[in-house]
């Protein structure tokens, strides 16, 4: 058997198996958890490896209602009418967007899309905000998800890494701000599994972010938020061109 094909073998192995143990670990915290997913891993002698995975995922806990996930987009015109501006959760979200939502349009719809988002000052509504974390995903393909409370500001970027050390992929690093302006990154639990560039470690990412935006005003300011969700876009590439040149 070819070395490659060795090696696509035991990561197809090594994927099935970290699939299996997230579900058995959910189950066992009492929280039912359904994946249905494909996962496709292409390999080649030079010792890069492709992994791609589409999954549907349902879960509910404690008698909840099953929800399911879906990425249906209608590319024909841009829905800004899903803002839900009241909410009795001090941590539920009041903004979010995601690439999935922007995946798939074009140039052109792109274009349309980013000449009306507004600027950081003339801010107005969580509708301009959600407007606004969509444009930054739309200039920066390694944003994956953006989303912000009254007090709180997430967002997901994809930071280049090796699997085992050797196979080239990304994880997606967890950026979060609190009400105290601090700042935390943190990568998936299977982050073990993989090592990443000093340029984009945790404690690396960490103190550059909070010397950029700690201590910002978030409660209720549409503006701090905007400039924390482009500053934390703005640091993490900077961090990612240089892990990867």
Same mark, same amino acid.
């Given at each position: 058997?070819?070395?490659?094909?060795?090696?696509?073998?035991?990561?197809?192995?090594?994927?099935?198996?970290?699939?299996?143990?997230?579900?058995?670990?959910?189950?066992? &915290?009492?929280?039912?958890?359904?994946?249905?997913?494909?996962?496709?891993?292409?390999?080649?002698?030079?010792?890069?490896?492709?992994?791609?995975?589409?999954?549907?995922? &349902?879960?509910?806990?404690?008698?909840?209602?099953?929800?399911?996930?879906?990425?249906?987009?209608?590319?024909?015109?841009?829905?800004?009418?899903?803002?839900?501006?009241?909410?009795?959760?001090?941590?539920?979200?009041?903004?979010?967007?995601?690439?999935?939502?922007?995946?798939?349009?074009?140039?052109?719809?792109?274009?349309?899309?980013? &000449?009306?988002?507004?600027?950081?000052?003339?801010?107005?509504?969580?509708?301009?905000?959600?407007?606004?974390?969509?444009?930054?995903?739309?200039?920066?393909?390694?944003?994956?998800?953006?989303?912000?409370?009254?007090?709180?500001?997430?967002?997901?970027?994809?930071?280049?890494?090796?699997?085992?050390?050797?196979?080239?992929?990304?994880?997606?690093?967890?950026?979060?701000?609190?009400?105290?302006?601090?700042?935390?990154?943190?990568?998936?639990?299977?982050?073990?599994?993989?090592?990443?560039?000093?340029?984009?470690?945790?404690?690396?990412?960490?103190?550059?972010?909070?010397?950029?935006?700690?201590?910002?005003?978030?409660?209720?300011?549409?503006?701090?938020?905007?400039?924390?969700?482009?500053?934390?876009?703005?640091?993490?590439?900077?961090?990612?061109?240089?892990?990867?040149?």
């Amino acid at each position: 058997m070819k070395k490659s094909h060795l090696n696509v073998l035991v990561l197809t192995v090594a994927v099935g198996l970290l699939v299996f143990a997230g579900r058995s670990f959910a189950e066992d &915290g009492g929280i039912y958890v359904g994946v249905q997913a494909q996962t496709g891993v292409r390999g080649s002698s030079s010792g890069s490896v492709e992994v791609t995975q589409h999954s549907d995922v &349902g879960s509910r806990s404690n008698g909840e209602q099953e929800n399911t996930s879906t990425s249906g987009f209608d590319r024909s015109r841009f829905n800004t009418s899903t803002f839900d501006e009241g909410t009795s959760s001090k941590n539920a979200s009041v903004i979010s967007a995601s690439a999935v939502e922007i995946r798939g349009w074009d140039a052109t719809q792109k274009q349309q899309f980013l &000449g009306t988002v507004k600027a950081q000052a003339e801010l107005r509504s969580g509708q301009d905000l959600q407007n606004f974390a969509k444009g930054v995903l739309l200039r920066d393909d390694n944003v994956e998800d953006v989303q912000v409370a009254s007090d709180t500001v997430k967002v997901s970027y994809k930071e280049p890494a090796k699997l085992f050390g050797v196979f080239g992929s990304s994880l997606s690093a967890q950026v979060e701000t609190d009400a105290q302006g601090r700042v935390k990154v943190h990568y998936p639990w299977y982050s073990f599994l993989f090592s990443v560039p000093s340029s984009v470690a945790s404690a690396e990412l960490e103190t550059k972010l909070n010397a950029s935006i700690g201590q910002t005003s978030l409660q209720n300011n549409l503006q701090g938020q905007a400039q924390v969700i482009q500053s934390i876009s703005n640091i993490l590439k900077a961090a990612h061109d240089t892990a990867s040149s």
